[in-house]
């Protein structure tokens, strides 16, 4: 889901831009994209900065295949978070930034040593 969020905005994305921002490997992204390269759902550029970088892009076709899927999940999100308090709410957004925080520390990091 991270993938097509990723990739749905307008200017899209790099591939690189997409592991990083859905810390997915690169064999991923890219069968990922070559998938839905198939399905005419996204578009793949030379980014024109640098030749080597492919700009991914959703197509319409893309957009009105994921849009339903994406709003589902979006009203799905809101509505679980609207059940728990407010500060069930502050302590859940807390413990997501802090596990985030944790998570982009150790996928950067080389090796397994802390």
């Not at 990922?32 to 900065?49: D, F, G, I, S």
């Not at 930034?97 to 990091?109: G, I, M, S």
Request: hydrophobic share 35%; proline share 3%; glycine share 4%.
């Amino acid at each position: 889901m991270l993938f097509y969020d990723a990739v749905f905005h307008k200017g899209g994305m790099t591939q690189k831009e997409i592991c990083q921002r859905t810390f997915q490997s690169k064999q991923t992204v890219n069968l990922l994209v070559k998938n839905l390269l198939a399905e005419n759902y996204v578009t793949v550029a030379e980014a024109p900065e640098d030749k080597r970088n492919k700009i991914v892009r959703m197509t319409d076709a893309g957009r009105a295949c994921c849009e339903p899927v994406v709003r589902h999940i979006t009203w799905a999100e809101d509505t679980a978070m609207s059940l728990f308090t407010p500060e069930e709410q502050e302590q859940l957004i807390d413990l997501s930034r802090r596990f985030t925080k944790n998570l982009t520390r150790l996928v950067h990091q080389e090796g397994e040593d802390l």
